[in-house]
């Protein structure tokens, strides 16, 4: 980063299952040197989505702030996003898929999320679900969320400042051309 070149204010992680997103991003978000928020957006239906739920944050450790927001991402992020604070939202995917199960309009909602990030007064780190490198889904609800999140994927990567997509633990810098550093 050259000292004329505007800090990176957001940071979109990109990847698939297992691919190390998440800790790659609280890994940031703890090296910022301000005040680790997360909000999460899983619900947990099933025994293992609380499990999986428990081993995150067992993960992130007593140092974080926990909000929980299934669906208004949005309103969480303007009120959490602020100086001497990194916001980390863990993650895109689920939030999209709460809204598709509601029948909310997710491109509506997409478009208002991407928005909200020039009016946030703090730093954020958003982890998304890289989803659309494998087959065509068999039924029409799969196929609304591959179409969803991609659409989701595309509208964050235009608003965040940088992004990195990450395979196996390792990180590869899309947007811009270096590192990201997040500055307050």
Partial sequence: MTPTE???RSLLVLGGARSGKSRYAQKLAESSGARPVIIATAEAHDAEMRARIARHAAERGPGWTLVEEPIALVA???????????VLIDCATLW???????????????AELAASLARLEGPCIFVSNEVGGGIVP???????????QGTLNQALAEACGAVVQICAGLP?????????RLRF
Avoid at 76 to 85: H, M, S, V
Avoid at 96 to 110: F, I, Q
Avoid at 138 to 148: H, K, S
Wanted: aromatic share 2%.
């Fill in 172 to 180: 590869l810098q899309l947007k811009p051309g270096v590192a990201p």
């Fill in 138 to 148: 068999e039924n029409a609800l799969a196929r609304a969320f591959r179409d969803a």
């Fill in 6 to 8: 505007p800090p990176t």
């Fill in 76 to 86: 969480a992020l303007l009120r959490e996003a602020r100086p001497g604070r990194i």
């Fill in 96 to 110: 999209l898929s709460n809204l598709l199960l509601r029948d909310a309009d997710c491109a509506a909602a997409t």
